[in-house]
C-alpha cells in the first residue's frame, strides 16, 4: 500500500499499480433479477429481514453532446442475494419507495446523492438512512472515495469495470453485465461491514 496514512494509521491512498496487483474477485453469490410482480415481492421480502443493504443504481450511458438517460436498473444487495431492479420491465417505484424511505435499513453506497437525485426523476421518494461511503472514509482523512479505490484499501481485492458504458437499458441483461452491477452492491455492502468492524462508522475525533 501507499506509505501515506491517515491520522490512525491506516492506508490513506492506493496507487493504481497497487489495485492491478490485487487479486480480482467478483459476486459469487445468488443474483436475482426483478423483471415481474412475483420477483418483486419475493426481492421485498428478502430485503426487508435487512438492516443495511448495499444500494446502486445504473444508467445508459451518453455518447453525444446533450444526451442524457434516466436510471434504469436498482442494485440492492442483502446478505443472502442481490436483487437488480429493472425499471423499465416491471413498476418498481412503490416497493423501491418504501425501502429508501424505510427508517431501519441503512442504504450503504457511493456517491448516492447523484444516484437519488436521477432516480427521483423517475418516482418521487423522501429518502432516509441513506449513507454515502466515501463521505465516512473522507472524515479519516482518505481522499480516495471511489468504490475501486475503496475495495482495494479496505477490502484487499480488485473489483472488474468492463461493463461500465454498457447498455442498461436493455430488456435482457447479460451475464456479464449483471455479475458487474451485482458486484459493485454486493462490495458496497460489504464496505459498510468492515468499516462497522473498524469502528469508522462513529465521527473521526
Known amino acids: 500500500m501507499s506509505a501515506e496514512t491517515t ?12 489495485i492491478a496487483d490485487l487479486p480480482i474477485r467478483r459476486y459469487q453469490g445468488e443474483v436475482r433479477l426483478v423483471a415481474t410482480v412475483d420477483d418483486l415481492a419475493a426481492a ?5 429481514r435487512e438492516t443495511v443493504v448495499g444500494l446502486d443504481t445504473e444508467t445508459r450511458p451518453a455518447f453525444t453532446k446533450g444526451e442524457s438517460h434516466l436510471p434504469c436498473l436498482v442494485q440492492v444487495a442483502t446478505a443472502r442475494a442481490v436483487h437488480l431492479f429493472q425499471l423499465q420491465r416491471v413498476d418498481c417505484s412503490l416497493a423501491l419507495t418504501q425501502l429508501l424511505e424505510h427508517p431501519d435499513i441503512v442504504k450503504a453506497g457511493i456517491a448516492l446523492a447523484h444516484d437519488l437525485r436521477q432516480l427521483k426523476q423517475v418516482f418521487p421518494f423522501e429518502s432516509v438512512r441513506v449513507l454515502d461511503l466515501g463521505g465516512i472514509v473522507r472524515r479519516h482523512g482518505v481522499r480516495q472515495t471511489g468504490l475501486r479505490n475503496l475495495v482495494g484499501l479496505y477490502l484487499g481485492f480488485r473489483i472488474p469495470k468492463g461493463q461500465r458504458t454498457s447498455n442498461w437499458a436493455a430488456p435482457r441483461l447479460s451475464p456479464s453485465q449483471i455479475n458487474y452491477a451485482a458486484t459493485d452492491a454486493w462490495a458496497c455492502r460489504e464496505l459498510y461491514l468492515r468499516f462497522r468492524d473498524l469502528g469508522l462508522l462513529a465521527p473521526a475525533p
Open 44 to 48: 421485498m421480502d428478502d430485503i426487508r
Open 7 to 18: 491520522p490512525s494509521g491506516d492506508a490513506a491512498a492506493i496507487t493504481r499499480e497497487e
